[in-house]
């Protein structure tokens, strides 16, 4: 939750609503007052929170500790695992943004290798809330965008997720390590090590069950990512790789005529011989007993 003393707070609205809506934002006015109890802003549980000081410093209190947020610094939250609160100053003022962090998660999926210290393990993990120095010009555009939208109606909806999307270039990702590589192609030689990767432990234990799961996490990334990746730059599921190549072993071993198919169906990972026989005339068009004569 947010907390101000001896202040009177606005709490203005931007977009959407923080306790419904996947993405919002908040702008936090703090003015000076008489009043002496606190006034609270509560944060939505399952959303990654970004709060930007903007005119003055602030301080986050959780776990047990005080931290020191400085002007020109992102303070950045994962509510389901770190709550606390934020202290401001009575004359300070802060811009608030949330997304609902499943939905976060998935856009930084792709991205995973490249962010920033500590921000993969706040969004897809457990670590606690992360300072991310972050003042530039074009920062200074994007909170300018946020409190003053340039469309209306409809478009606003567009105008706020370019914001945060712009907010999260600025202060998510590395710079590439390679001089003159950009991000993107970064990201494609990245999809294509794995892919080899994957591919070298599937023929390795080519008789084995598929562990998508397992796989994935001896690759580096999540068993979605490894899907989409594995299937975009091969042109086909891990599945029907796996298949094609079992089968491939299969037919190598039969022409040998060293093996009759009970024992080859066994050696290519394939326990039913009618799931083999149905598998090897669908990748080599006849069953595995007349391969040899084919």
Not at 93 to 110: A, I, K, N
Not at 152 to 163: H, I, P
Not at 220 to 227: D, P
Request: glycine share 8%; aromatic share 8%.
């Amino acid at each position: 939750m947010l907390l101000m003393t001896k202040s009177i707070s606005r709490f203005t609205p931007l977009f959407g609503e923080r306790h419904q809506s996947v993405l919002w934002a908040v702008d936090v006015l703090a003015q000076e007052g008489q009043v002496s109890d606190p006034t609270l802003l509560d944060l939505p549980t399952g959303h990654v929170v970004y709060a930007i000081p903007v005119n003055a410093a602030l301080q986050w209190e959780g776990g047990g500790k005080t931290t020191a947020v400085a002007e020109g610094s992102v303070l950045v939250v994962n509510t389901r695992t770190s709550p606390g609160s934020i202290r401001l100053s009575a004359d300070s003022d802060l811009l608030v943004v949330g997304m609902r962090q499943t939905v976060l998660s998935g856009l930084f999926e792709p991205f995973r290798p490249g962010l920033v210290p500590g921000l993969r393990e706040l969004v897809f993990g457990l670590a606690g809330p992360i300072q991310i120095a972050a003042r530039t010009e074009a920062w200074n555009q994007v909170v300018a965008g946020f409190r003053r939208p340039a469309v209306s109606g409809a478009a606003r909806a567009f105008w706020f997720e370019s914001q945060f999307k712009a907010l999260l270039a600025l202060l998510s990702f590395n710079p590439a390590p390679e001089q003159g590589e950009f991000f993107c192609s970064r990201q494609k030689r990245l999809a294509r090590v794995r892919v080899a990767r994957a591919k070298s432990k599937l023929e390795a234990r080519i008789d084995e069950s598929f562990d998508l799961h397992r796989l994935a996490a001896e690759v580096g990334c999540s068993a979605s990512y490894l899907s989409r990746t594995f299937s975009a730059t091969t042109g086909m599921t891990l599945s029907q790789y796996l298949r094609k190549r079992r089968i491939e072993k299969a037919a190598e071993m039969l022409v040998t005529g060293r093996y009759n198919v009970s024992e080859v169906a066994v050696e290519v990972g394939y326990h039913s011989l009618s799931h083999f026989s149905k598998a090897f005339q669908q990748e080599k068009g006849c069953l595995p007993s007349k391969y040899d004569a084919a």
